[in-house]
């Protein structure tokens, strides 16, 4: 399967770290919604993308892994096939959504085509969160799917 996906985070705690490539970032203990896709077969492909954010061992190589090792928790997955990269779309809307602030700049957008700002976002929505991401994907064609466990 090839397409896009939403993991809703939730951060125990406030967090900070530095990468290579973005510097000094900083988080905000709450709900956290990152946004990717995955176009590839095997390894790369949308299902073992999204089992593989769920695992607790595995190497670091992404910047949501530097995120997803920390004290936090997947609460859920939102996925959607698709054969063209969507995700950029997706992250705008979830950005327009009131309640929502954007991450650090770059962070998990560090290749992205439509020059996003990022592909991480800081949720204030207390209630229906992941109703109002899977709206987002019908509204952009998309049929979503969610997971609490990885399992698709």
Do not use: V
């Not at 949501?64 to 990269?85: G, P, Q, V, Y």
């Not at 987002?136 to 399992?151: A, C, E, H, V, Y």
């Amino acid at each position: 399967m090839k397409g896009a996906y939403t993991l809703i985070i939730d951060l125990e705690k406030d967090l900070s770290f530095s990468l290579k490539t973005l510097g000094d970032l900083s988080f905000k203990k709450g709900t956290w919604i990152y946004i990717g896709s995955a176009m590839g077969n095997g390894s790369t492909s949308l299902e073992n993308r999204i089992r593989r954010h769920f695992r607790s061992e595995k190497t670091i190589h992404w910047h949501i892994d530097h995120l997803l090792k920390s004290n936090s928790r997947i609460r859920s997955a939102i996925w959607a096939e698709s054969s063209t990269h969507i995700e950029c779309d997706i992250a705008r809307s979830i950005e327009q959504m009131k309640n929502i602030s954007p991450g650090p700049r770059g962070f998990g957008a560090s290749d992205c085509k439509k020059k996003c700002w990022t592909h991480l976002s800081h949720s204030k929505i207390e209630n229906g969160l992941e109703k109002k991401i899977q709206s987002i994907f019908t509204k952009l064609l998309l049929k979503p799917r969610m997971s609490q466990d990885g399992n698709l």
